[in-house]
């Protein structure tokens, strides 16, 4: 039942994620019309540890969330107890070429990996549903801020200034 629930707020997820999470902003387009376009919250990377106690301490209403920069480099926070475990799943055809260096990673800092789908259909040609590479890290929220940190400069070449997209 647990497992339900999960691929389902996992689902509603993905689908927020494509609707740019449902926030809206006011932006004045090429013609100066006033449109509504919707906007996803960010943050840097060094807010990564304040989230993650605001989601352990339930202030963020989801099971679970992400950060992304590019819609490419999405890894995905879940909680299981009171350790963390971090997903990326491979939706797009470019996503396909980060799983090795993930698994790189994880093997480089002594992290089991498991490799698992929640049943999503991803936007690449395929009869199997998207893979999902989980790092088992069995860390708590500071320690699994650090490892989300560390992939997104190390794996995705990311920096300190770059700015994250917050997706449910």
């Known amino acids: 039942m647990r497992k339900k629930a999960i ?5 509603i997820g993905l689908c ?3 609707a740019s999470c449902g926030q809206v902003s006011n932006v004045k ?7 509504n376009m919707p906007m996803a919250k960010q943050i840097k990377i060094t807010a990564l ?5 605001k989601f352990e301490n ?14 490419t480099d999405c890894i995905y926070f879940v909680q299981e107890g009171n350790l963390y475990a971090i997903e990326f799943e491979v939706m797009t055809e470019e996503q396909k070429l980060w799983i ?12 089991k990996t498991w490799m698992t789908t929640y049943g999503n259909q991803p936007a690449y040609h395929s009869s199997e549903p998207a893979p999902v590479l989980r790092i088992i890290t069995e860390s708590n929220a500071a320690q699994t801020a650090s490892i989300g940190q560390n992939i997104m ?9 770059t700015l994250y997209d917050i997706v449910p």
């Open 7 to 11: 691929i389902l707020a996992y689902s």
């Open 16 to 18: 927020c994620l494509v």
């Open 29 to 35: 387009d090429s013609q100066q019309n006033v449109t």
């Open 49 to 53: 540890p304040e989230l993650l106690n």
């Open 58 to 71: 339930g202030d963020l209403d989801a099971d679970f969330f992400g950060i992304t920069s590019n819609g």
């Open 100 to 111: 090795d260096k993930l698994k790189t990673f994880a093997q480089q800092h002594h992290y």
């Open 153 to 161: 400069m190390e794996v995705f070449g990311n920096n300190e200034q």
